[in-house]
């Protein structure tokens, strides 16, 4: 039996009749995350992610680039991290039951390897 549509969102994106897996499909646009639902012959349902880091670093490095100073600014966007990357950021930081060290967090956006992430000159 064809699955159905699981939400107004996604989109039939594959059938494989071979396979027996049909697969959906949702973009997010603010985000740039694209989620997969395959639905297996078995009744199992996988789900996969995946981003354009690309956009997302573009926009860093054009933020940075466009950058005029902290003052008179209440708020300002220091860092924006790939969701993708963000899991991975967050146990380098020693993240437990949903809390992180700031203090590494800060280290590892400032090293040099991680600059692209950063939208801001200088320090974090």
């Known amino acids: 039996m064809p699955a159905r549509n699981p939400a107004p969102r996604y989109r039939l994106h594959?059938?494989?009749?071979?396979?027996?897996?049909?697969?959906?499909?949702?973009?997010?646009q603010r985000t740039l995350i694209r989620t997969y639902l395959i639905f297996e012959?078995?009744?199992?349902i996988r789900v996969r992610k995946t981003q354009r880091v690309d956009?997302?670093?573009d926009l860093?490095?054009?933020q940075a680039n466009?950058?005029?100073?902290?003052?008179?600014k209440?708020?300002?966007?220091?860092?924006?991290?790939?969701?993708?990357?963000?899991?991975?950021?967050?146990?380098?930081c020693g993240r437990?039951?949903?809390?992180?060290?700031?203090k590494k967090l800060r280290q590892i956006l400032n090293d040099s390897d991680n600059r692209a992430f950063k939208t801001v000159p200088g320090q974090v």
Do not use: I
């Not at 437990?96 to 700031?102: A, I, L, P, S, V």
């Open 14 to 28: 594959a059938r494989d009749t071979a396979a027996k897996t049909t697969t959906y499909v949702k973009d997010d």
């Open 41 to 44: 012959g078995d009744g199992t």
């Open 55 to 57: 956009a997302v670093l």
């Open 60 to 62: 860093n490095q054009a």
């Open 66 to 72: 466009a950058f005029g100073g902290y003052r008179g």
């Open 74 to 92: 209440s708020m300002v966007c220091t860092s924006r991290v790939p969701m993708v990357e963000w899991g991975k950021l967050m146990n380098r």
């Open 96 to 102: 437990e039951n949903g809390e992180y060290d700031d």
